[in-house]
């Protein structure tokens, strides 16, 4: 095996046995099967507020909250309390036919926290199901409304909503679905804001989404086919942090009542004050069909997701039992009494008093840091929204054109911040942060500086 | 709202604020949606072994362990230290460019217990994805051999495979997919086993799998379009606990290898000792080139599951990073180590001497108290494997004529069961047994007397 020449652990941590004993055993996701061989895995022990601690106690800043999941810092006090109190009464216990507290404390809550045409929560397990759940029931919605023929969904371009197949098949990006797309759903792509390149030559922070004429057009020529809509408000998040303007937003939601098609957020990743507000709908007070929420949820502690949506749904699947019009789904671990007990801590220690001005003066903070990220050749844009930040990097700065896939410069720079203690986790061209909220004003310099050493340590030598 | 006749206590308990906010606000799994309002849910407030406690201490033995999930009982102190002792390093981290110590154990624990064929372990949150997980492997392998026309799968009618858009499509029952047929990749149901009403006039305990020649047309007709075939080993849990015999199994797997087809094994809700072996390819000496777990793999703490597969898959995904030639798939909460933990846990409680010898033992005394129920004059027939009884109820017994759906005789059996303080959940027509392995010789007498005695007072007044 071949060790790699940038990671100084490489040769003694592949002898790690520890190490050895994944490589044989263990197929890891999204990762290149030749990569844990080259660069060996983190092999980490243990995690404590914004920081990740390998097996030789070296440490490392948890940059993007293990994707994406943690809110509050890992280990914290009051959530492993939560923890442990649910567990003295009960891990689980199954919910048809049965419910229990910590899930009717927690329905209540996010209910509370979301648009007021949001009433109903369906409980799953991640958030590719949560998808999976948010498309059923708009399926099973319509055909129980007698529009039988809306049995399709239109995406965004680079949007992403999970793996699953059905979740997938409203997957935009080719890196996830190329190898799958004989048997995905026939669902309806749609070119989506682009602001960084954008068509129209206009700024995010003043243009009117001009670009929404792409899904004008397919409401138009499409709506007695389309059940709804999906799309990750605000935030493309694997497409790389992509951001865009909530006039797109409000005009999605005018354009699909017009057209009688529901609409479907995917907060997955930004729910949960990533953006600024405790949920982007709620936020910008807009109004999806289906609202799915998953990964902040328990503050990355443990698996969970919800599906909300309105009554006028709900309804609609009153049938009697034997008709079978009710919602025939469900996972064994739905509403997971450990989980949904982390998910009220979680939710009762961001609605804690000064809370969010916090955040936002770290956001404030972030944003201020990152203006040296502004001065690097390399810089096509740095964008960002409350604690999420991103910088594209380009090999010319004027034309923004893209550094080459083969390069991987983004794992190359992943490299060079384990050196300087940090996790990042670039998506392709694009180093983006995404700190636990946790972290202090001091340790956003210090992630923004070294991340900035990173990145030049590998461009400079291009 | 209406309160049910059966329930004593239903009248004070659509009282209770906690139900009524349940009523409010969830949406439960598999529930017809006005079941909750006639008919309370049970408010569960904590567990301990083998019961359910409600909010006014009444105590329910769970025969279904929770929807198929506990296997050693609720609130165990040793897999409650274990929780707690992962939970004071780590309660999660990501599983991309880290691995840790309590995933890379459950793994080496999985391909030791598991055939020598099967190598490598893909982590995932739950049943359907570990499904899903196995089906774009299977599909993504023959693309990358050059198989790109292998791209449907075929599975047993009745079979259940999870209700992911991709799992629901090698679902056999109408039940599940006929809301979303219209959506679903294009799979190829086969007949499969019918042991109970054998149309060959066989008895599973003699007979060769005459069955299996439908199998066999399937795969000589569509051998080139077909990735994979897909079973429940030995018992079609969602079925009704149809249970068949292993030689289908075997030749299941000599004739798709004759054919070059994967065999996809869904050991969910088998796996773990529930058909007396901690799983059925290696009680059976059978060797499926994928093999998905989940549910008891927790032993009912923690949504976790792995989908296992062999080197000759695993290999052919070792393109470069370039050609995305890897599987690209996640979830965030991949081999979360506090699932790991307790999973680890459950197996070295599995493992240890005597535990495989006192489950035979119940199973023994499971079988002969089990007698009495093939005294009712509505038993069409008890089967029994391992740790699972089902006792299929007919309205005649010579003509093995079904009680008819919208008779609903298995919710009222349930709704009798509750006032006996048992919690049973019967699937339509057959009453089943599937309770965690801590039950004692005792409470398994308690349980079968007072499941008949349930059955009784609902079906002599039919």
Chains 1, 2 share one sequence.
């Not at 004429?213 to 942090?241: C, F, K, R, Y």
């Not at 957020?265 to 999806?288: K, N, W």
Request: glycine residues 6%; contains cysteine; hydrophobic residues 40%.
């Amino acid at each position: 095996m071949v060790c790699d020449r940038l990671h100084p652990d490489n040769k003694k941590a592949m002898t790690d046995p520890d190490l050895l004993q994944d490589l044989k055993n263990i197929w890891h996701p999204c990762t290149p099967l030749k990569d844990p061989a080259i660069t060996p895995l983190l092999l980490v022990d243990r995690a404590s507020g914004i920081y990740l601690f390998d097996n030789k106690g070296n440490r490392y800043m948890d940059v993007i909250s293990s994707w994406w999941v943690n809110l509050l810092g890992h280990n914290h006090p009051r959530l492993n309390r939560a923890l442990s109190r649910q567990m003295e009464k009960m891990a689980h216990v199954m919910f048809a036919g049965i419910t229990h507290e910590p899930a009717i404390r927690l329905a209540e809550r996010l209910i509370q926290g979301t648009p007021d045409n949001l009433t109903r929560v369906f409980f799953s397990d991640n958030g590719s199901t949560a998808v999976e759940i948010a498309l059923k029931m708009s399926l099973q919605y319509w055909k129980l409304s007698g529009h039988a023929k809306k049995n399709r969904f239109a995406y965004l371009k680079d949007g992403y909503h999970g793996e699953t197949l059905g979740a997938l098949s409203v997957c935009g990006s080719q890196l996830f679905r190329d190898k799958f797309d004989d048997v995905l759903m026939s669902n309806v792509e749609v070119q989506g804001p682009d602001c960084l390149r954008c068509p129209f030559g206009l700024k995010r922070e003043s243009c009117q989404a001009e670009c929404f004429d792409a899904m004008q057009n397919t409401l138009d020529t499409h709506s007695e086919s389309l059940a709804g809509v999906i799309v990750e408000p605000l935030v493309q998040g694997a497409a790389g942090m992509k951001m865009y303007p909530p006039v797109y937003l409000k005009k999605l939601e005018d354009a699909c009542k017009a057209k009688n098609v529901h609409v479907i957020y995917d907060e997955i990743a930004v729910g949960f004050y990533r953006t600024g507000s405790m949920f982007v709908c709620q936020g910008h007070e807009l109004h999806p069909t289906f609202l799915c929420l998953s990964k902040g949820i328990t503050s990355g502690y443990l698996p969970l997701a919800v599906t909300l949506t309105e009554n006028s749904v709900y309804e609609a699947f009153q049938g009697s039992f034997e008709n079978f019009n009710w919602f025939v789904h469900s996972h064994s671990y739905s509403a997971n009494p450990l989980a949904c007990a982390v998910a009220n801590e979680t939710l009762a220690l961001l609605e804690e008093p000064g809370f969010s001005e916090s955040l936002q003066q770290k956001s404030g903070v972030m944003r201020e840091v990152a203006c040296q990220l502004e001065e690097l050749p390399w810089c096509g844009e740095y964008r960002q929204i409350g604690m999420i930040g991103a910088l594209e990097l380009v090999r010319d700065r004027e034309k923004l054109t893209p550094f080459p896939v083969e390069k991987r410069i983004g794992f190359e720079i992943f490299k060079e911040g384990l050196t300087r203690g940090l996790f990042l986790r670039p998506l392709g061209n694009i180093v983006y942060f995404m700190p636990p909220y946790a972290i202090e004003e001091d340790e956003i310099k210090t992630m923004i500086r070294s991340a900035g050493d990173s990145i030049r340590a590998v461009l400079e030598k291009e």
